[in-house]
Structures are given as structure tokens and as C-alpha cells.
């Protein structure tokens, strides 16, 4: 009996219609098309980006996230994100550049007014106009953009969406993939594989010193490589245990089998653990495949709702000893294609780091790392992700935070205060885009309050949940299928805590949805007098009280003493020499 296994590029999984979610196939849509122009930039009533993101999404102070998400959380999204969609700026695409206001405190001091950001466009093919939501240009011709990956959850960052580049990676022995040995700090990916192109986008090292992974943006941070190494990991300790229990088995053979059982713990845990983490509910339960839904990416999903994530990156990565001190942490901006920091501290150091640090909210505000030196200081390279981001959806004509609102079948809102609560984003949207009618859709849905025990507003909630009810019933390989479960009846699916454990070293205390920073093990703390020495604590938390926030760390796993390390209001560390009772978070 044979097995069908899934292609790489996705390719075959609808039957009825074998080209849909392939690589290259146009992006959905679930809002009209507004503005594009496939020639020139649109005309818009609305400033430019950059100016766009300098009066709305400038990040002043830090705002931890209320709903004590990770960081782990954020990178398993931008993981989760390099499996679903890019599309690929390409230089014969176009140019559109970002411009700078003049007098651009970062990227034009010196006020000379010529200032642009590189930005190329992404690539459109034609599709048929009767496509929905599509708009004829003046050359009568309906365009749309590409997504330059296939559109299922299918551990394409493992193992690239090629049949090419996956063969670069294997090690065609016993199903395994290619895995360096480093001794004590364990196994890690290979280095500058030959003709496996990967982004390079900071030039801190030369390109055969960066991991080669399935996925080309793999190296762009630290802590996304660690996402990377634990799933080929996983790969390898599968692939082991199907020989020990196959011996028979050939290699290609092997390789499908942990490969399937990959892809199936990465499905789980995107729906059981980080989707219910970011939406604060669960999606209903599986209901079947159908053949008739799409499982395409949309283009308001990648343009702009699951963009979200940029919002909750915080200015560093921490490393974490065993012992629970601290290291010396990362700058975001020192991060950037760096694959020596991770081999340095090792896996378990950076995953503590990731897993015990909370996130920053997710909200209108970017930090300056991500706004002022992406990929490089500001002058030297260094852009901004928030103009990118919108100048992304304005080159593909996102519709208006409005349209889209309706287009879901919800109220368009009449004033800034429909969308938020907060007095200070209502100013900044009205100092950007004078009416409520102008907001573009990344600035709006970032805005929103928060809906119900989600980690979004309300927009950016219905278009994740949208894309990822498709994502699940448009996949004829969903692991929840009958005829799957029984392929991968071999498969040892766990959480995302377990599988670090697994294929890791001495990890130590871990929470059991790492996604959420740890719970305080006590609802009423002691709290110290003295004032602590950053090196020395365990988590970091915060409550927030009335008008600010306090940040705590634990100073040991064995007691309760939580130290406040930081008022916010007054940037001082300050111990509180009273007992504050700490909300009972019950976050797993
Ligand atoms: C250090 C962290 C991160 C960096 C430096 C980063 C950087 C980038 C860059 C440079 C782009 C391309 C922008 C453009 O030209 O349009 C991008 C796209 C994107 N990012 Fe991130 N990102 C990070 C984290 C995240 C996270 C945490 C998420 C989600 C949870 C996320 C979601 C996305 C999405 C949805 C896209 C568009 C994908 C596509 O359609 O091509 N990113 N990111």
C-alpha cells in the first residue's frame, strides 16, 4: 500500500482544481481592491508613510502585553507567517520607493529633502476579472498579487517549498536531515549550503555563514532560527525512532513519514496553542475537508492583519542560564541575520530568554529597532517596517480600514473613538488622517481595543480567524483528517513545550503553554525592600495599576519574592515595601 504524501509546493491538494494554493498562484481577497495603480503610485488623499508612521506608530516607552503573551509567541507567529505567504519584492517589479518627510528627525537631519527608503513591488499576474473584489485598470486588465509560497500549513521553513531546495537539505540517510554537530551545545543547522538561496538583508556576516534553512528568511532573527533548529531536530529524533521501529524502511521513505509528523505537530500547535493564545478562544472544531473552499492566503491577511506581529516585538532577546540569571541581552537591531549570538548562548539560553519574557502589547506602536534600523542603521541601510508595512498595502491597493470593516459585515465607524478607547492613538489617527473615512486598515485594526481574551481588535480578529478556518478546511492533507490520522498513526505530536524538552538539554522548569509567560505561583507576593540586581531573577512580569505599569521579576523559583523592577511612570527602579496582591492569572 502506498502513501500519498503532500508536495512542496503545494501543488495536488485540491484535486478538482490542482493549481490552487500552489506557489505563484494570486493572493484572495475578502475586501474590494482600492487605489492600486500597477504604473505609478496611487493617488491618495492621505500622507505619506513615513510621515504616517512617525505621527501614529512611533513607540514612546514600553507597553507589555496585557494578555501576558511570550516571546516565544512572536516568533512562533513570524514562523508561522514564513510558512503561509511572501510576497516577494521584486526588483523588475517596479520601485516605489518609501519618501521621506524632509526634516525626518531619523533619515533626513540634516533636512535635505531627497530622501527615499528602498522598496520594490511585489509581483502581480493577471487574473480574470470576474475574480471577486478585483478591479479593471485602464488597460482593462484585472491584477493581483502573487503569493511566491504555497498557501498550507506544511512546515514549508523546514523544509522550503521546493523539491530542489529540500534535496540540498537532506542528508538522504535514514530519512534525516542535513544537522551540524556542535558538541555540548548540540545540533545545529548547516552553514552555506551551495545554491540554497538565503536573505541576507543585514550583511553582518558573509552569506556562507548563515544557516541554510528551508525557508530564506530564516536567520532574520535569533530567536526564528531557534524555531527553525527545534523542527529539524524533531525531524531527525523521528526519523531515528521510524528506523529503529522499520529497519526495512528506505530513506525516502522515512523522510515523508517524519516529515508528515512534522507538519502535523506544527498544524496542532498553531490551532491548539497559538491561535487560542492570540484570539483568547479556541476556532470550533474541526468540521472535514471540503474541496470547494480556498485555502489561498488573503491578501488583507498577509498585507496587513497578521502584521499585527511587528507590533509586539520587543528591543531585545534575553538569554537565560540554567541557574535562571540573566545574560547580556541582544539589541533587536544587533539581531538581524545573526547566527553566532545563537550558537554563542546556545538553544536552551535563548529559548528561557524567549519563553520568560513578555511580549510588547500588541498595539499601534513599533519600537525604534524595528522603525529606525531595520536591517541596518538609519543611513547605512537602516529602514522603518511600519512605512513598509503600509506602503506594502498601499502598493496593493488594500482597501480602507472602512471598506474592509464592511466588507466583513461590520459597522464602518463614524469618529476616532469607535476605534479606540485611548484618547492619546484617537489623536495620533486624527493628526495622520483627519477623517475616519481616510484610515488605512494597518493603522485601524492596530488600533482597536482588544475583543473579549484576544491579543487583537476586533478587524484583525475576524480576518485571522477567516483566513485560518480556510487554511484548515481548503488542506486535503489537515492532520485532522481521518485518512491522516491513521498515515501518521506513528507521529508523537506534543505541545511546544514538550517538543523543546525533547530536543533540548536541561531545560529545566518550563510553563506548559509557552506561549504565556509563566504564572506567578502564588496570587499574594512578598515583596523586597531591596533593589535588584538585573542579573539575578527569574521572570519578568507586569501588573498594570491605574496609571502605570509596575515590572516584577522573580527573584528565585524556589520563593514568592516578586520585586517591582520598573515604574513606568518615572522609569526608576523601585521596591515597594508592601505586600501587593497579584492578580491570579490563570494563563494555563
Ligand atoms: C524581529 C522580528 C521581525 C522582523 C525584523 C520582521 C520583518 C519583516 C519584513 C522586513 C517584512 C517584509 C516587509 C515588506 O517589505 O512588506 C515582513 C513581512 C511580514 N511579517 Fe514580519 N518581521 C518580524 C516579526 C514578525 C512577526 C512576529 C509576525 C507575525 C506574528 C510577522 C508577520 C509578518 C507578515 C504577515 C509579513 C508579510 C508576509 C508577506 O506577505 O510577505 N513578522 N516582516
Same mark, same amino acid.
Given at each position: 500500500?502506498?502513501?500519498?504524501?503532500?508536495?512542496?509546493?503545494?501543488?495536488?491538494?485540491?484535486?478538482?482544481?490542482?493549481?490552487?494554493?500552489?506557489?505563484?498562484?494570486?493572493?484572495?481577497?475578502?475586501?474590494?481592491?482600492?487605489?492600486?495603480?500597477?504604473?505609478?503610485?496611487?493617488?491618495?488623499?492621505?500622507?505619506?508613510?513615513?510621515?504616517?508612521?512617525?505621527?501614529?506608530?512611533?513607540?514612546?516607552?514600553?507597553?507589555?502585553?496585557?494578555?501576558?503573551?511570550?516571546?516565544?509567541?512572536?516568533?512562533?507567529?513570524?514562523?508561522?507567517?514564513?510558512?503561509?505567504?511572501?510576497?516577494?519584492?521584486?526588483?523588475?517589479?517596479?520601485?516605489?520607493?518609501?519618501?521621506?518627510?524632509?526634516?525626518?528627525?531619523?533619515?533626513? %537631519? *540634516?533636512? @535635505?529633502?531627497? /530622501?527615499?527608503?528602498?522598496?520594490? #513591488?511585489?509581483? $502581480?499576474? !493577471?487574473?480574470?476579472?470576474?475574480?471577486?473584489?478585483?478591479?479593471?485598470?485602464?488597460?482593462?486588465?484585472?491584477?493581483?498579487?502573487?503569493?511566491?509560497?504555497?498557501?498550507?500549513?506544511?512546515?514549508?521553513?523546514?523544509?522550503?517549498?521546493?523539491?530542489?531546495?529540500?534535496?540540498?537539505?537532506?542528508?538522504?540517510?535514514?530519512?534525516?536531515?542535513?544537522?551540524?554537530?556542535?558538541?555540548?551545545?548540540?545540533?545545529?543547522?548547516?552553514?552555506?549550503?551551495?545554491?540554497?538561496?538565503?536573505?541576507?538583508?543585514?550583511?553582518?556576516?558573509?552569506?556562507?555563514?548563515?544557516?541554510?534553512?528551508?525557508?530564506?528568511?530564516?536567520?532574520?532573527?535569533?530567536?526564528?532560527?531557534?524555531?527553525?533548529?527545534?523542527?529539524?531536530?524533531?525531524?531527525?529524533?523521528?526519523?531515528?525512532?521510524?528506523?529503529?521501529?522499520? %529497519? *526495512?524502511? @528506505?530513506?525516502? /521513505?522515512?523522510?515523508?513519514?517524519? #516529515?508528515?509528523? $512534522?507538519? !502535523?505537530?506544527?498544524?496542532?500547535?498553531?490551532?491548539?496553542?497559538?491561535?487560542?493564545?492570540?484570539?483568547?478562544?479556541?476556532?470550533?472544531?474541526?468540521?472535514?475537508?471540503?474541496?470547494?473552499?480556498?485555502?489561498?492566503?488573503?491578501?488583507?491577511?498577509?498585507?496587513?492583519?497578521?502584521?499585527?506581529?511587528?507590533?509586539?516585538?520587543?528591543?531585545?532577546?534575553?538569554?537565560?542560564?540554567?541557574?535562571?540569571?540573566?545574560?547580556?541581552?541582544?539589541?533587536?537591531?544587533?539581531?538581524?541575520?545573526?547566527?553566532?549570538?545563537?550558537?554563542?548562548?546556545?538553544?536552551?539560553?535563548?529559548?528561557?530568554?524567549?519563553?520568560?519574557?513578555?511580549?510588547?502589547?500588541?498595539?499601534?506602536?513599533?519600537?525604534?529597532?524595528?522603525?529606525?534600523?531595520?536591517?541596518?542603521?538609519?543611513?547605512?541601510?537602516?529602514?522603518?517596517?511600519?512605512?513598509?508595512?503600509?506602503?506594502?498595502?498601499?502598493?496593493?491597493?488594500?482597501?480602507?480600514?472602512?471598506?474592509?470593516?464592511?466588507?466583513?459585515?461590520?459597522?464602518?465607524?463614524?469618529?476616532?473613538?469607535?476605534?479606540?478607547?485611548?484618547?492619546?492613538?484617537?489623536?495620533?489617527?486624527?493628526?495622520?488622517?483627519?477623517?475616519?473615512?481616510?484610515?488605512?486598515?494597518?493603522?485601524?485594526?492596530?488600533?482597536?481595543?482588544?475583543?473579549?481574551?484576544?491579543?487583537?481588535?476586533?478587524?484583525?480578529?475576524?480576518?485571522?480567524?477567516?483566513?485560518?478556518?480556510?487554511?484548515?478546511?481548503?488542506?486535503?492533507?489537515?492532520?485532522?483528517?481521518?485518512?491522516?490520522?491513521?498515515?501518521?498513526?506513528?507521529?508523537?505530536?506534543?505541545?511546544?513545550?514538550?517538543?523543546?524538552?525533547?530536543?533540548?538539554?536541561?531545560?529545566?522548569?518550563?510553563?506548559?503553554?509557552?506561549?504565556?509567560?509563566?504564572?506567578?505561583?502564588?496570587?499574594?507576593?512578598?515583596?523586597?525592600?531591596?533593589?535588584?540586581?538585573?542579573?539575578?531573577?527569574?521572570?519578568?512580569?507586569?501588573?498594570?495599576?491605574?496609571?502605570?505599569?509596575?515590572?516584577?521579576?522573580?527573584?528565585?523559583?524556589?520563593?514568592?519574592?516578586?520585586?517591582?523592577?520598573?515604574?513606568?511612570?518615572?522609569?526608576?527602579?523601585?521596591?515597594?515595601?508592601?505586600?501587593?496582591?497579584?492578580?491570579?492569572?490563570?494563563?494555563?
Amino acid at each position: 500500500e502506498s502513501t500519498e504524501w503532500r508536495s512542496y509546493d503545494g501543488s495536488n491538494n485540491n484535486l478538482i482544481n490542482p493549481n490552487q494554493g500552489e506557489i505563484y498562484e494570486p493572493f484572495i481577497r475578502v475586501a474590494q481592491q482600492q487605489f492600486f495603480n500597477p504604473d505609478d503610485y496611487p493617488t491618495l488623499s492621505i500622507p505619506l508613510s513615513r510621515e504616517v508612521s512617525n505621527i501614529v506608530c512611533d513607540q514612546q516607552s514600553p507597553v507589555p502585553s496585557k494578555e501576558l503573551l511570550s516571546d516565544m509567541f512572536n516568533m512562533w507567529g513570524q514562523f508561522l507567517i514564513h510558512n503561509m505567504a511572501h510576497a516577494l519584492p521584486t526588483p523588475t517589479n517596479g520601485k516605489y520607493p518609501v519618501k521621506v518627510p524632509q526634516c525626518d528627525k531619523v533619515f533626513d %537631519p *540634516s533636512c @535635505e529633502g531627497n /530622501k527615499t527608503l528602498p522598496y520594490f #513591488r511585489t509581483r $502581480v499576474t !493577471e487574473v480574470d476579472c470576474s475574480t471577486p473584489f478585483s478591479t479593471r485598470q485602464e488597460n482593462n486588465l484585472c491584477m493581483e498579487q502573487v503569493n511566491s509560497l504555497s498557501a498550507y500549513i506544511d512546515a514549508k521553513p523546514v523544509y522550503g517549498v521546493f523539491k530542489a531546495r529540500v534535496n540540498l537539505l537532506r542528508a538522504f540517510k535514514n530519512g534525516e536531515m542535513k544537522l551540524t554537530d556542535l558538541g555540548e551545545k548540540g545540533e545545529f543547522p548547516p552553514k552555506g549550503i551551495a545554491g540554497l538561496e538565503m536573505d541576507n538583508d543585514a550583511r553582518r556576516y558573509p552569506i556562507d555563514q548563515l544557516f541554510s534553512l528551508g525557508e530564506r528568511r530564516g536567520n532574520e532573527n535569533p530567536g526564528l532560527t531557534v524555531v527553525h533548529n527545534i523542527w529539524l531536530r524533531e525531524h531527525n529524533r523521528m526519523a531515528r525512532k521510524i528506523v529503529r521501529d522499520n %529497519p *526495512s524502511f @528506505e530513506d525516502e /521513505k522515512v523522510f515523508q513519514m517524519a #516529515r508528515s509528523c $512534522v507538519i !502535523e505537530n506544527i498544524q496542532q500547535i498553531t490551532y491548539e496553542e497559538y491561535l487560542p493564545s492570540l484570539l483568547g478562544e479556541s476556532l470550533p472544531p474541526y468540521s472535514g475537508y471540503d474541496d470547494e473552499v480556498n485555502a489561498q492566503i488573503s491578501n488583507e491577511f498577509t498585507t496587513v492583519a497578521f502584521r499585527f506581529g511587528h507590533s509586539e516585538v520587543g528591543p531585545t532577546i534575553e538569554s537565560v542560564n540554567a541557574d535562571g540569571t540573566y545574560n547580556q541581552p541582544l539589541p533587536l537591531k544587533d539581531s538581524y541575520f545573526n547566527p553566532k549570538w545563537l550558537e554563542e548562548q546556545g538553544m536552551e539560553n535563548v529559548i528561557r530568554g524567549l519563553s520568560y519574557k513578555q511580549e510588547e502589547s500588541v498595539d499601534i506602536y513599533m519600537i525604534s529597532d524595528l522603525r529606525n534600523f531595520l536591517f541596518g542603521r538609519p543611513g547605512a541601510g537602516g529602514m522603518d517596517l511600519a512605512s513598509r508595512n503600509l506602503q506594502r498595502s498601499r502598493d496593493h491597493g488594500i482597501a480602507t480600514y472602512n471598506t474592509v470593516r464592511k466588507s466583513l459585515g461590520f459597522q464602518p465607524v463614524n469618529s476616532f473613538s469607535d476605534i479606540t478607547s485611548d484618547p492619546v492613538i484617537q489623536q495620533r489617527l486624527e493628526a495622520a488622517y483627519k477623517t475616519v473615512d481616510n484610515v488605512e486598515l494597518f493603522t485601524g485594526g492596530l488600533s482597536e481595543d482588544h475583543i473579549g481574551n484576544g491579543a487583537v481588535g476586533q478587524t484583525f480578529h475576524r480576518l485571522i480567524t477567516e483566513q485560518f478556518e480556510r487554511t484548515r478546511k481548503g488542506d486535503r492533507f489537515w492532520y485532522e483528517q481521518p485518512w491522516m490520522k491513521r498515515v501518521n498513526a506513528h507521529c508523537e505530536p506534543d505541545t511546544f513545550a514538550n517538543i523543546i524538552r525533547r530536543n533540548t538539554k536541561d531545560m529545566g522548569q518550563l510553563q506548559k503553554n509557552i506561549f504565556h509567560i509563566p504564572n506567578v505561583p502564588s496570587p499574594v507576593c512578598e515583596l523586597s525592600t531591596s533593589t535588584p540586581s538585573p542579573s539575578s531573577f527569574h521572570f519578568r512580569r507586569s501588573i498594570q495599576t491605574a496609571d502605570s505599569y509596575i515590572y516584577f521579576q522573580q527573584s528565585s523559583l524556589a520563593n514568592n519574592n516578586i520585586i517591582p523592577l520598573l515604574n513606568q511612570s518615572n522609569n526608576q527602579l523601585i521596591p515597594i515595601p508592601i505586600p501587593i496582591p497579584i492578580p491570579n492569572f490563570s494563563v494555563y
